[in-house]
């Protein structure tokens, strides 16, 4: 199976500086751009929804790739950004396919928090390997906007999508057998109040959950590997990128040391974990949950992700979360940034995490020219030609985004002097409901 990501959007070019908002907010300097390892965020007014950004993508990406319409038989979204309980958003881009005369694509949304997008690009490939396939190409929307209460959580906002096209003949490969996942019931995030877009948090929970769920994916995935590839102890030597689900930098540097964590658990006798031999005697949970362990491996690990790990987070650092889009976005990062020829038969790891929870690990080689597609993606560009704003714009647009959240009979208010030429945005909601896009010139 092959994949070829083609699509990367932004969704707004509107961005604030996390060091601005932590003198807005009043906190110390640091707490987010050092504690939260974020540098500037992503937001949306009401101009914009997940059905207009889905839309962008999708259409960009068929003009990037000059794409039929006609040749697309499977479209997935992967979202939890619901404007409605039922209609899906894959539906509302079936009018894209329906004008070319192409009314035969399987597929529509899947929602489980930020996995959602996973879940979406698995039912994809699945389909491409099974019996129903008819030899058309699928393409996977994942996309969602971050968007908190005011309080702690807020500065953990974004917003972005990531489309995909899978099929024969790229020159990005799916790993066959070395896909592992974990899954079980946690209430560390969810969204129970339908009125509102902002989620219930347990940021404390969140982050063990997250934690535990790639030290089993994780492990599975080593097992795995260690078999298909006869090696004895892989771990991270065997690996030569990582991509992780970002709500946060800062999380993923914690998760990138648990691997090293992990190498030393399931191998403690090589002799260069020596001098941490003592962190033996934790149980499991402890050592979960031990700053000193921790510490200790985070600083170990730090060349391994300067080199390994880095590489794919310049956009989430500048946008910040964007739930099912922030792991395809990572690894959309590392096409863009890192050059084709030192990309050659390279191995990438992706982890993908949900709350709720899902988990899944799989991994990619690259074994063609992606120049193409860095030059498409070109995202350090797009990064730097967005608009800056204020916190009180960033507040202003949460603020309005609250009190239009599921209204009818509305025309949005926010300036379209921020959409991007090409771009969709939302015209009007009228008194059923409907919502109807424009694309601007």
């Not at 790229?170 to 592992?180: D, T």
């Not at 030609?385 to 647009?397: K, M, W």
């Amino acid at each position: 199976m092959v994949l070829s990501l083609s699509s990367f959007c932004l969704c707004s070019p509107q961005y604030v500086e996390q060091s601005a908002l932590e003198k807005f907010d009043g906190v110390s300097e640091g707490k987010y751009t050092i504690g939260l390892g974020q540098k500037k965020m992503a937001f949306v007014d009401d101009r914009e929804d997940i059905q207009s950004v889905c839309l962008t993508a999708v259409t960009k990406l068929h003009e990037k790739y000059k794409i039929s319409f006609n040749d697309i038989g499977r479209l997935e979204v992967g979202t939890e950004t619901i404007i409605d309980k039922s209609k899906s958003v894959k539906s509302t881009l079936m009018q894209l396919f329906s004008k070319h005369g192409n009314t035969e694509i399987e597929g529509v949304d899947t929602t489980n928090a930020c996995y959602g997008g996973t879940n979406a690009f698995f039912n994809a490939v699945n389909w491409i390997e099974s019996s129903s396939w008819d030899g058309r190409y699928a393409i996977v929307v994942a996309g969602d906007f971050a968007i908190y209460a005011q309080g702690s959580a807020r500065p953990t906002s974004g917003a972005g999508v990531v489309a995909m096209l899978i099929g024969k003949d790229a020159p990005i490969v799916i790993e066959r057998g070395l896909r592992s996942t974990h899954m079980e019931h946690a209430w560390d995030f969810y969204k129970p109040d339908l009125s509102s877009e902002y989620p219930t948090v347990d940021g404390k929970l969140s982050g063990i959950c997250y934690l535990r769920a790639f030290d089993k994916c994780y492990n599975r995935y080593m097992k795995r590997l260690g078999d298909i590839d006869n090696v004895q102890h892989p771990g991270v030597d065997n690996i030569d990128y990582f991509v992780f689900h970002s709500p946060y930098t800062k999380l993923v540097q914690k998760t990138y040391a648990r691997a090293l964590y992990n190498d030393f658990i399931r191998n403690a006798e090589d002799p260069r974990w020596a001098e941490y031999s003592h962190h033996r005697v934790l149980s499991y949970e402890e050592a979960l949950l031990s700053r000193d362990v921790e510490k200790t491996f985070v600083t170990h690990a730090k060349a391994g992700y300067a080199q390994k790990v880095e590489p794919g987070l310049l956009a989430a650092k500048q946008i910040g979360n964007m739930y099912t889009a922030s792991v395809w976005t990572c690894l959309a990062t590392v096409i863009s940034e890192v050059s084709s020829e030192d990309l050659q038969n390279k191995r990438v790891v992706l982890f993908s995490y949900g709350s709720g929870l899902a988990s899944s690990m799989l991994s990619f080689r690259i074994v063609g020219s992606i120049t193409h597609i860095a030059k498409h993606l070109s995202i350090r560009e797009r990064l730097d030609s967005r608009v800056l704003c204020t916190p009180q714009d960033f507040e202003i647009a949460l603020n309005l985004r609250e009190l239009t959240h599921s209204t009818k009979d509305y025309i949005p208010t926010g300036s379209l002097e921020h959409i991007n030429d090409g771009d969709f945005y939302l015209e009007k909601v009228d008194h059923m409901f409907r919502r109807t896009y424009l694309r601007k010139d």
